[in-house]
């Protein structure tokens, strides 16, 4: 079985401008979530989504948001993009709600801001 | 806020046991300790999860202390492939939606 796809892996923009990063889950998965890690902050949890609905959000400016499409696929867009968002941005599937359930992630993309 | 504290880096030898603590004193009664690792230039893989019970599995051991407010991961042999960074997070499940609040980390190098 696939593992979680993310694309692109690697990014740079500058700082203003806005970005799209896609996740494909394992097939078969329907929950999405995704995380942002940085040297200073560590892993944060962004947001999951599952069932084409975000479920749970963590604490992030509205400037980041997602969406999930039928076939569970994921994007994540952040908008007025600051030099602060240089990050790795990690997309973790898993079969059903996170409660309990075992997450599988992916390589991330690595997005540098200028 | 729930938090998890893990030392920063830890040294373990080759076939060696690796215990690996974790203190989550602000644990609540339905939070699940989950633990998950980092390997270089990878996204994290999942190791193990308990709630009150001691867990076992292929890759680990999980220690859960009576009052949960510490917890163990244990390797039993340690090899090189296990150098990575370990992360122990708490669950918190509130009125159908969850908080995935992961600790900083322990950095595990193990010596040949």
């Known amino acids: 079985k696939a593992g979680v796809t993310q694309t692109p892996r690697y990014l740079i923009k500058t700082r203003g401008q806005q970005v799209t990063l896609s996740c494909s889950p394992i097939?078969?998965?329907?929950?999405v979530s995704w995380y942002q890690q940085t040297p200073g902050q560590g892993l944060q949890f962004l947001f999951e989504?599952?069932?084409?609905?975000?479920?749970n959000k963590g604490n992030f400016p509205g400037r980041f948001s997602g969406r999930q499409f039928s076939n569970s696929r994921s994007e994540m867009n952040v908008s007025t993009l600051e030099l602060g968002d240089s990050a790795l941005y990690l997309c973790?599937?898993?079969?059903?709600?996170?409660?309990?359930?075992?997450?599988?992630f992916g390589p991330g993309t690595r997005l540098t801001v200028l | 806020d729930a938090k998890t504290t893990q030392p920063n880096s830890m040294e373990s030898n080759e076939e060696e046991p690796v215990h690996l603590p974790c203190n989550h004193s602000?644990?609540?009664?339905?939070?699940?300790i989950h633990w998950y690792r980092q390997l270089p230039s990878q996204g994290p893989e999942y190791v193990i999860h308990?709630?009150?019970s001691n867990v076992n599995n292929r890759m680990a051991s999980l220690a859960i202390a009576e009052d949960r407010k510490s917890s163990t991961l244990i390797l039993h042999r340690a090899t090189l492939r296990d150098a990575a960074v370990y992360y122990c997070?708490?669950?918190?499940?509130?009125?159908?939606?969850?908080?995935?609040?992961f600790g900083t980390g322990t950095r595990l190098k193990v010596l040949a």
């Open positions: 989504y599952f069932s084409e609905t975000q479920r």
């Open positions: 973790a599937s898993s079969y059903d709600r996170v409660f309990v359930n075992t997450q599988y």
């Open positions: 308990g709630l009150t």
């Open positions: 097939s078969g998965h329907r929950s």
């Open positions: 997070i708490l669950n918190r499940v509130t009125s159908g939606t969850y908080k995935y609040i």
């Open positions: 602000t644990i609540s009664g339905t939070d699940y």
